[in-house]
């Protein structure tokens, strides 16, 4: 049986809980927990450019808010130093007008799909300070500043933390040091005062960077720079270990004490062993029984095992609706999944 039918299957329960006479009719996802917090998915371009009417029909349907897969990466929308490249991110903002969703802009600082131009001079070297906050302000006010009034708030700075809580060393952080964070969120603030601004990041539930990161929200807020959420990406196992879910309560814990809202930016939940950790999308890995054991679809004791681990994910992030804002699903159906 595939995932997303499960995920709707696990969902079904909590939405018979809802009492509107349409979703008695036609149970959505978004009917399940709409006095909870925005649900969505990330959607890819083929989806966006209309040509997956299957992917189209399921997000329509059962969302209220999308996350762009890809196209608004600074690779994507912004190739050359002096081009940027509009089609797809206008059609992105498009879909979630005419389904009237909360859109959310993803991502504007990271250092993975970073346009290759971006922190070098003519001859290969990294540019200076004052010419990388240059790239940054015009990067970022122009793609902020295009769909102003029309994104509900931005992934400012994805994946700046090593899971031991120190920075990483991105281009941005070595030619910056931390100052390049503020910046960014003061540039995108600049351009879009109404705009919600959010930093983002995986492996939330490791307590150094968890920490960390309520530190940097701290010191943002203390500094008067508008942030409005932490993003925990969550691409995790059908294993209840992995990670412990009183790891995601810590972390729901920790988040809300700062006063900003946690979002669920990125879930999924495998139901295949894991073959690393962290995100590189350039790894590829030989197909083996090891890594896909069930080639002809699930077992029921497997389908059982996710279809549980879902739940409990659900119930968690329902019962503390209170400190969530948004919950995202990375991917429509499995096959855009991790
Ligand atoms: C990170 C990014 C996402 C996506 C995934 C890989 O989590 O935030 O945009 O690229 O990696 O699927």
């Given at each position: 049986m595939k995932k997303s039918i499960l995920a709707l299957a696990a969902i079904a329960l909590l939405a018979s809980c809802s009492s509107s006479k349409e979703e008695q009719a036609q149970p959505t996802i978004k009917g399940a927990f709409q006095d909870d917090f925005l649900v969505g998915a990330a959607i890819d371009v083929p989806l966006i450019m209309g040509e997956d009417p299957k992917a189209d029909s399921i997000v329509a349907l059962h969302y209220n808010s999308i996350v762009p897969e890809?196209?608004?990466?600074s690779m994507e929308i912004h190739p050359e130093k002096d081009r940027y490249f509009w089609d797809e991110a206008d059609a992105y903002v498009k879909y979630g007008q005419d389904h009237n969703m909360a859109i959310i802009g993803h991502c504007l600082i990271w250092h993975a799909q970073l346009s290759p131009w971006f922190p070098y001079d003519e001859n290969g070297k990294y540019v200076d300070k004052e010419e990388m906050k240059a790239r940054m302000k015009d990067h970022i006010q122009t793609v902020v500043g295009r769909y102003k009034g029309k994104i509900k708030g931005w992934d400012v700075v994805n994946e700046c933390i090593e899971d031991d809580g120190t920075w990483r060393h991105t281009p941005f952080y070595d030619i910056l040091g931390e100052e390049f964070l503020p910046l960014a969120f003061q540039y995108a603030h600049e351009a879009d005062p109404d705009a919600e601004l959010y930093l983002n990041d995986y492996s939330m539930y490791k307590p150094a960077k968890r920490d960390k990161y309520v530190e940097i929200i701290n010191d943002l807020k203390k500094r008067g720079i508008r942030i409005d959420g932490m993003g925990m990406q969550s691409h995790i196992g059908?294993?209840?270990?992995?990670?412990?879910?009183s790891e995601y309560q810590a972390v729901i814990d920790t988040i809300s004490s700062t006063g900003v809202k946690l979002m669920i930016t990125e879930l999924d939940i495998s139901a295949l062993p894991f073959?690393?950790?962290?995100?590189?999308?350039?790894a590829n890995f030989e197909l083996t029984e090891e890594l896909n054991p069930f080639p002809n679809g699930l077992s029921e004791e497997r389908a059982k095992e996710w279809n549980d681990r879902m739940t409990q994910v659900m119930a968690l992030y329902k019962k503390h609706a209170d400190k969530i804002s948004r919950l995202t699903w990375w991917g429509t159906t499995d096959a855009m999944s991790w």
């Open positions: 890809n196209c608004m990466k059908y294993k209840s270990d992995d990670p412990d879910l073959v690393m950790e962290g995100a590189n999308t350039d």
